[in-house]
């Protein structure tokens, strides 16, 4: 492959001290490998600031909810190119595996990090209990972690060797039926995500806390997965008219349901009372500034056919999620808490989060530099 040189010359150790901002990722990473054997020599307390009030803290908000959620877009665009044969979206199926890929196991890491007892984090799969939901997220994410990892590898320019040579048959082979499977693991995780959340309708502020939570969590993955694709694309060569004005006015429809959802259960659940208040300007914001504004914008540059307005949109729309989920996961948790008591992320948190972001980008460089431009027959 003509472009493999470059690539491999880009991630060798001369050009990684010869450009800042290569110097500066190494740098984050070794940061957060640092972090790590802290954490892992001296218990999880001595990195982060959680406790027993709040023991989900900003590596489950940011680097689980998050992440996994701007992760839909793998899933999305194999339906839309193998099951909907909508091959103009080829172009861009490789790197939304990879982002997908990266995603789930990224979400291993931080998991691995946050558990107490991180050698125990396989257990519910040998001894399964149905009746909890971390058992399904725990079983959506080794299956959706195997599927994504087989596709990328139908995707990924390999060694000439004859196991790898087979391996890659196998997975352009079956490549449809793991896509079928990969989507509805990954729906029943985005969904199973919120479900965490319904047992704690006393610590999650009104606004945020719905029966419907398992349903916010699903749908508004799906336009945050489209528009972390638009974003990818607008930074690669991936990126193609008629591509982002696609997505664009998908995510947009897809926007339209979800704050009408919101806005109907804010109602019916009797909660307007809350939006004169400091939560509720964030409600707002989130809602109004950070939903319906990205929607419309989506839906009038679709019309336009303005790509910059698109990737505008695609930036709030990703912006909204991430607040969203820090809402959910920190800032309307423990809501009724005095502020002395509320939980604030260390900064050991913050740099093993900021570290994971810098690896997570590094390897997305790294794979999509070996990725097959066009998806393979299946």
Same mark, same amino acid.
């Given at each position: 492959?003509?472009?493999?040189s ?5 991630f060798?150790?001369e050009?990684?001290v010869r450009?800042p &901002?290569?110097l500066?990722s190494a740098l ?8 790590l054997i802290?954490?892992f020599?001296? /218990?999880i307390?001595a990195v982060?600031?959680?406790?027993n009030?709040t023991?989900?803290?900003l590596? $489950?908000?940011?680097?689980l909810?998050?992440?996994?959620a701007?992760?839909? /877009?793998?899933y ?5 190119v193998? =099951?909907?044969? =909508?091959?103009?979206?080829r172009a861009?199926l490789a ?6 890929f990266?995603?789930y @196991?990224?979400?291993? #890491?931080a998991l ?8 125990r984090?396989p257990?519910?799969l ?6 909890? $939901?971390l058992?399904?997220?725990?079983l959506?994410?080794?299956l959706?972690l195997l599927?994504? @990892?087989i596709?990328?590898?139908a995707?990924l320019t !390999?060694p000439a060797?004859?196991f +790898?040579k087979k391996?890659?048959e196998l997975a352009v082979?079956f490549?449809v039926? !793991?896509t079928? =499977?990969?989507?509805t693991?990954a729906? #029943? ?9 319904l #047992?704690?309708p /006393?610590k999650?502020?009104p606004?945020?806390?719905?029966r419907? +939570?398992?349903?916010? @969590?699903?749908?508004?993955?799906m *336009?945050?997965? &489209?528009?972390?694709v638009?974003?990818e694309?607008?930074l690669t060569?991936?990126a193609?008219k008629? #591509?982002?004005?696609g997505?664009?006015k998908a ?6 349901s *979800? ?5 109907f259960?804010?109602?019916?659940e009797?909660?307007c009372?809350?939006?004169g208040?400091g939560?509720?300007?964030?409600w707002?914001v989130?809602i109004l ?9 989506y =839906?009038?540059a679709?019309r336009w056919?303005?790509i910059g307005?698109?990737r505008l ?7 909204g999620?991430?607040?969203?989920r @820090?809402?959910?996961?920190i800032v ?5 808490l005095?502020t002395a008591e509320r *939980?604030?992320?260390?900064l050991?948190?913050i740099?093993?989060s $900021?570290?994971?972001v810098v690896m997570l980008?590094? !390897?997305?460089?790294?794979l999509s530099?070996?990725?097959?431009a066009p998806?393979?027959e299946?």
């Amino acid at each position: 492959m003509s472009g493999t040189s470059p690539a491999r010359e880009s991630f060798s150790w001369e050009r990684i001290v010869r450009s800042p &901002l290569n110097l500066v990722s190494a740098l984050l990473i070794l940061m957060g490998l640092i972090i790590l054997i802290v954490r892992f020599s001296g /218990g999880i307390g001595a990195v982060t600031a959680l406790d027993n009030k709040t023991p989900w803290g900003l590596w $489950v908000s940011f680097d689980l909810l998050c992440g996994i959620a701007l992760a839909a /877009g793998g899933y999305m665009v194999c339906c839309a190119v193998c =099951l909907l044969g =909508l091959k103009k979206y080829r172009a861009v199926l490789a790197p939304a595996i990879a982002t997908a890929f990266l995603g789930y @196991f990224f979400e291993v #890491i931080a998991l691995l990090a946050d558990v107490g007892q991180p050698w125990r984090l396989p257990y519910p799969l040998f001894s399964p209990g149905p009746q909890s $939901v971390l058992f399904i997220v725990g079983l959506c994410v080794a299956l959706y972690l195997l599927v994504s @990892f087989i596709q990328l590898g139908a995707h990924l320019t !390999l060694p000439a060797w004859p196991f +790898l040579k087979k391996a890659r048959e196998l997975a352009v082979r079956f490549f449809v039926p !793991l896509t079928v =499977l990969g989507a509805t693991v990954a729906v #029943i995780h985005q969904a199973s995500l919120g479900g965490l959340y319904l #047992i704690a309708p /006393g610590k999650l502020h009104p606004l945020w806390y719905s029966r419907f +939570l398992p349903l916010f @969590f699903l749908v508004s993955s799906m *336009y945050a997965g &489209l528009s972390m694709v638009i974003l990818e694309g607008s930074l690669t060569r991936h990126a193609r008219k008629e #591509i982002t004005l696609g997505f664009g006015k998908a995510a947009g429809l897809v926007m339209v349901s *979800y704050f009408l959802i919101r806005v109907f259960d804010c109602a019916l659940e009797g909660n307007c009372a809350w939006l004169g208040t400091g939560y509720g300007a964030l409600w707002l914001v989130e809602i109004l500034g950070l939903t319906l504004l990205p929607c419309l914008i989506y =839906l009038l540059a679709a019309r336009w056919q303005n790509i910059g307005l698109i990737r505008l949109a695609s930036g709030l729309a990703v912006a909204g999620l991430v607040l969203n989920r @820090f809402c959910v996961g920190i800032v309307a948790f423990n809501w009724q808490l005095p502020t002395a008591e509320r *939980y604030f992320p260390s900064l050991g948190e913050i740099g093993l989060s $900021v570290s994971l972001v810098v690896m997570l980008v590094s !390897l997305y460089r790294f794979l999509s530099s070996r990725m097959v431009a066009p998806h393979p027959e299946s």
